[in-house]
């Protein structure tokens, strides 16, 4: 085995990487010009890359660049409005759901010695019908698509007297869903952790609900942090769904603008705001990065103390009791 090699299998040889090179390049090739072929001529025939369909989208001197934009921006400003409650919700409130469902699954496992026998029974009782209710709650919000949440939230709320904007319908849609994701991601990062730390929590006093608060709970969001980004960025994508209650993000605008143009360009239209989802989205993952790496900072600091030398005093004391 070379010493480049994995422990699965053995390096590539020359002659190897130079048949890789090939195929890469012929395929890159062919790629290119089937792109050619069934993407790009068609579309030119069609005159989708005039700038009469792309003038409005990227000439400032267009005179439709600037009430577009506006309309364009009205919509991504409600589309961030409805991801940055949503986020925030799910966020806490899935917060909340894991530890309601770590300190239940702890219930099961206390027997309530000191309490009298109906008392203790009863007590278990309740933490295994809460447990039964939040388990069939979770499994039930995360089998439903989130279009179905969004829409039944929108038609049964009014039905019990609740009439909110479409704003807050979309808001409550996403977090239903969301939170229970996020629930169940937090959830099994802090049961996934070392049983000792439980243990040496409760060996310094702590109570249950101080462990999961002040020990588990914060290196289960260190340690689910990347599942924990691409939950937030899914948030963010499916504000596109309030299509479904007729509310005015992003797509939506982008959908009501395309009759309202000189020349309807639809392509093109879709094509900014895939963009426009695309940079949103990354700016999102590179922040949750950016945080990600300040908690390690952060933690590395705390635990490696930098080294101090002995005092002198200390030194004497031992050369002289040698």
């Known amino acids: 085995m070379s010493q480049n090699s994995s422990v699965l ?29 069934f993407i790009y001529q068609p579309l030119a025939e069609r005159g ?15 005179p439709e660049f600037s009430p577009l934009w506006k309309f364009l921006g009205k919509g991504f400003r409600s589309t ?69 949440t969004i829409f039944f939230v929108w038609v049964i709320l ?25 629930g169940e991601i937090l959830r099994s990062g802090m049961e996934g952790l070392p049983g000792g730390q439980v243990e040496a929590a409760q060996a310094i006093g702590l109570t249950s609900f101080q462990a999961t608060r002040m020990v588990l709970l914060p290196q289960g969001f260190r340690v689910m942090l990347p599942a924990l980004i691409s939950q937030l960025v899914v948030v963010l994508k499916d504000t596109s769904l309030g299509f479904i209650i007729s509310y005015e993000e992003i797509m939506r605008t982008a959908r009501l603008a395309i009759p309202l143009l000189e020349t309807p360009n639809t392509i093109q239209m879709f094509f ?21 790496r300040r908690l390690s900072r952060a933690r590395t600091t705390r635990t490696i103390a930098p080294t101090q030398p002995l005092p002198s005093t200390v030194l004497t004391g031992q050369a002289s009791n040698v």
């Open 272 to 292: 900014v705001v895939g963009v426009i989802y695309i940079a949103a989205n990354y700016l999102l993952s590179k922040l949750a990065e950016y945080v990600q």
């Open 158 to 182: 009014p039905e019990v007297g609740i009439e909110l904007s479409l704003l807050w319908y979309l808001v409550i849609g996403l977090t239903i869903y969301n939170m229970v994701v996020i």
């Open 48 to 62: 989708e890359f005039t700038m009469d369909k792309w003038g409005p989208l990227i000439d400032p001197d267009h």
């Open 80 to 148: 961030l409005t409805a991801a940055a409650l949503a986020i925030v919700s799910s966020l806490v409130l899935g917060t909340a759901l894991a530890v309601l469902r770590v300190q239940l699954r702890a219930l099961q496992r206390r027997r309530f010695t000191g309490l009298p026998t109906p008392a203790a029974l009863a007590l278990r009782g309740l933490s295994w019908l809460i447990t039964v209710v939040t388990r069939f709650c979770v499994e039930v919000f995360r089998g439903i698509p989130v279009v179905i």
């Open 9 to 37: 299998y053995d390096a590539p040889g020359p002659r190897t990487r130079r048949i890789t090179l090939i195929t890469s390049l012929v395929m890159a090739a062919l790629i290119a010009v089937g792109v050619y072929a």
